[in-house]
Nanobody, 123 residues
Framework: QVQLVDTGGGLVQAGGSLRLSCAASGRTFSRYVMGWFRQAPGKEREFVAGIIWRYASTQYADSVEGRFTISRDNGGNTVYLQMNSLKPEDTAVYYC????????????????WGQGTQVTVSS
């Protein structure tokens, strides 16, 4: 059974940085795609970043390109989301997710989810 545990959220001022972590267990993740999604109040869950575990290939939403970096620690089964130059519009609950197959931006195609971690950016 795949388990994902998201940590690292918090309150930060605009322009600041946070690093989210997703500890994954229950599988060998070399054939998995890992994604970070976020959901703000009253809005749909949206894709933020994704990584193909085996190749460390990445994809980003336009809104975070150049500010956020997704990476994975192969030995530790952990995925990170480094978030720099944070903006108030980045405020949301952030979720780690996993799936097999190709990297997609659709949240409905991901099978496994973390519990979410709140990120709040003050202006």
């Amino acid at each position: 059974q795949v388990q994902l545990v998201d940590t690292g959220g918090g309150l930060v001022q605009a322009g600041g940085s946070l690093r989210l972590s997703c500890a994954a267990s229950g599988r060998t993740f070399s054939r998995y795609v890992m994604g970070w999604f976020r959901q703000a109040p009253g809005k749909e869950r949206e894709f933020v970043a994704g990584i193909i575990w085996r190749y460390a290939s990445t994809q980003y939403a336009d809104s975070v390109e150049g500010r956020f970096t997704i990476s994975r620690d192969n030995g530790g089964n952990t995925v990170y989301l480094q978030m720099n130059s944070l903006k108030p519009e980045d405020t949301a609950v952030y979720y780690c997710a996993a799936k097999q197959g190709t990297l997609t931006t659709s949240y409905s195609s991901y099978n496994y989810w973390g519990q979410g971690t709140q990120v709040t950016v003050s202006s």
